[in-house]
Structure formats: C-alpha cells, structure tokens
C-alpha cells in the first residue's frame, strides 16, 4: 500500500507555499487525491520523484569551497543584512537630525 500525505507535508518537502502544490496539481505535475471531497492527498512517491526532478543532486564534495564572485557576495550581503543595514543608516539619519539643531 502506497502511503499518501496531506498538502502541508507535500509543501514541506518540496520548500514551496501549500497554494503552489495545488496550482502544480492542478497543472497536472504530480497526481492529488480528494478523500472524502474535501481533504487533498498525494503520493509520497509522486512528490519526491517530481522533487527530484526539479532539483538535480549536488556535484560538489563535502567541504568543498564555493567561489563566489564579488558581486555575488555583495548581493548577499544586502539580500539577509538588509533590515539591518536600514536601521542603520535611519539611526545615523536620526543622529544628525539631533545633533545638528
């Protein structure tokens, strides 16, 4: 017997919104099942091997580096250090602002 998981742990392993997985159902990627017409079902074997195919394994070893290029670091800087990097430039806004009158 084939075991069948819910939309949520369907969104879990792919690392996409539940409304995705039902627009890629809909889509016709992978089947989806109605029990009892109001809960969706999906084989697990359906969304790993549709995980699989939208993301290849990876080629590297473990541990080896990565070369980032410099922009590239620069883009993630700003990318997870952005509520920081704007607070900030408003405390120093707010420094002048003070100090200035």
């Known amino acids: 017997m084939e075991k069948f998981i819910t939309l949520t742990e369907a969104a879990k392993i792919l690392g996409i919104g539940e409304e995705e997985v039902m627009k890629?159902?809909?889509k016709?990627?992978?089947?989806a099942f109605r029990i009892g017409g109001n809960f969706l079902r999906f084989k697990l074997k359906d969304i790993e091997e549709y995980k699989k195919k939208i993301s290849?394994?990876?080629k590297r070893k473990v541990g080896e580096k990565v070369n980032y290029t410099w922009k590239e670091r620069i883009y993630d800087i700003f990318y997870y250090y952005d509520f920081y990097i704007i607070v900030i430039l408003l405390i120093i806004i707010l420094l002048i602002i003070i100090y200035k009158f």
Do not use: K, R
Request: aromatic share 10%.
């Open 28 to 31: 016709g990627e992978f089947n």
């Open 24 to 26: 890629l159902a809909e």
């Open 56 to 58: 290849p394994p990876l």
